[in-house]
């Protein structure tokens, strides 16, 4: 089993910018793809962005490519998203998550998120 905890969200006005940090705990984390999803108050949870297991690939959704950039640090066992050029439209809860395969299309564990909230 592995455990998720994210941190770094916040308050930022629009046009700033937040550094999103997912540790996992256990062994493996480097056989996991890592996911980012988010979801907004009254909205379905939606795909961000994802990373492979080396972090040689990565894939991201046409509402943050360009804005946001994954990257992943296995021997500290942790998932990095960095969110630039923010926007009111992006205020979320953000969560990390596993999967066992790349492209990565079921996700196995899900960390409890953090609340990015971007103000106008």
């Known amino acids: 089993q592995v455990q998720l905890v994210e941190s770094g969200g916040g308050l930022v006005q629009a046009g700033g910018s937040l550094r999103l940090s997912c540790a996992a705990s256990?062994?493996?984390?480097?056989?996991?793809?890592m996911g980012w999803f988010r979801q907004a108050p009254g909205k379905e949870r939606e795909f961000v962005a994802a990373?492979?297991?080396?972090?040689?690939?990565?894939r991201y959704s046409n509402s943050v490519k360009g804005r946001f950039t994954i990257s992943r640090d296995n021997a500290k066992n942790t998932v990095y998203l960095q969110v630039n050029s923010l926007k009111p439209e992006d205020t979320a809860v953000y969560y990390c998550?596993?999967?066992?395969?790349?492209?990565?299309?079921?996700?196995?564990?899900w960390g409890q998120g953090t609340q990015v909230t971007v103000s106008s």
């Open positions: 998550a596993t999967s066992s395969s790349w492209p990565a299309a079921h996700y196995d564990y």
């Open positions: 256990g062994r493996t984390f480097s056989s996991y793809a």
């Open positions: 990373i492979s297991r080396t972090g040689t690939s990565t």
